[in-house]
């Protein structure tokens, strides 16, 4: 009778009670029911996650413990911050830091920047062969394994290797044993990891680039703008978001340094400028089984990158429209 005298005086259908409405749970099951095929394909991913991410986060508690195998994690005594001081105070807490920051920053200025200026150095290439073999060759490197990265890096740079043969030729006459001098660790592992990934950095560019309305480029050539203007005042601002969206993520990894390349090209002599927290992780979690330890540094590099990360983009936020969330 209510909803019939409303309508009467309105003209309008009276709104439907509340408890009429679906559900959040309603809704996304008539969602995964109309749309089931891309949620298949989307369940391998988000197993993958569940299962080797978000599962392994129980995990995170033997950090405060005094984890044992036979005790189990709930079995283990409860320890609190005890590991965590310990690294904080332990003697080779300070280097850790020190090679592992001064890496990713030697990364993030010689690395983070190749990527981009290939990019533009290859939209600049007229010639369509001459660019798909340009490309072809910069990408290649990142298919190669780093193991035989690493085994290439040992023959050239060892003491009768390539590169001690050519400097030879230059009038060099003591050889370099670059391995097992700690002064050349970061610059060697800085410039092959450049040539390894600076091909395949500079797609996501390429494609950021190929996303630039045309009618930018005939605007400014009519005003007159030349090559490296059209460069300057187009491309690069152009691109600026992706730009900004990878430094963001590239910052998260401030304290991550891949312990695989690291752990096949340092020893004992370079340890002083090569050894980082990865590798110390290593050698202590699954050398000496140190599990709880490991842990608590492991968890301790999560929560400074997840700062680092949060920061970049409030910054980016703050001083630009570009930002990751």
Request: charged share 15%.
């Amino acid at each position: 009778m209510a909803q019939s005298s409303a309508k009467a005086l309105t003209g309008t259908a009276a709104p439907k009670p509340i408890y009429q409405d679906p559900t959040v749970w309603q809704t996304i099951r008539a969602d995964i029911k109309r749309h089931w095929p891309i949620y298949l394909m989307a369940l391998p991913v988000i197993a993958y996650y569940i299962i080797f991410h978000y599962g392994p986060m129980y995990g995170l508690q033997i950090a405060f413990k005094d984890f044992s195998p036979a005790k189990g994690i709930w079995g283990s005594a409860w320890v609190g911050l005890q590991h965590f001081e310990s690294f904080f105070n332990g003697i080779y807490f300070w280097r850790l830091l020190k090679n592992t920051v001064l890496i990713n920053v030697y990364e993030l200025i010689f690395g983070f920047p190749a990527a981009i200026i290939l990019a533009l150095l290859l939209n600049e290439i007229r010639n369509a062969i001459f660019k798909r073999v340009v490309q072809t060759i910069s990408y290649l490197p990142h298919f190669i394994s780093i193991v035989v990265v690493a085994g290439m890096m040992v023959d050239f740079l060892s003491r009768n290797g390539l590169i001690n043969q050519i400097l030879a030729s230059f009038g060099v006459a003591e050889p370099i044993d670059f391995l097992k001098e700690a002064g050349w660790f970061r610059f060697l592992f800085v410039s092959s990891g450049i040539w390894q990934g600076i091909g395949w950095g500079s797609i996501i560019y390429l494609a950021a680039i190929a996303n630039i309305d045309p009618t930018l480029y005939e605007a400014a050539r009519m005003d007159g703008a030349n090559r490296w203007k059209q460069t300057l005042h187009i491309t690069i601002p152009g691109i600026m978001p992706t730009i900004v969206i990878l430094f963001i993520l590239n910052m998260g990894n401030m304290l991550s340094v891949g312990s695989e390349k690291v752990l096949l090209l340092y020893n004992p002599l370079t340890y002083e400028s090569a050894d980082v927290i990865s590798t110390y992780v290593y050698r202590k979690g699954v050398l000496e089984a140190s599990y709880s330890f490991t842990a608590a540094v492991g968890l301790f590099n999560s929560a400074v990158s997840f700062i680092l990360i949060v920061a970049a983009n409030s910054l980016s936020k703050r001083f630009s429209e570009n930002k990751l969330w």
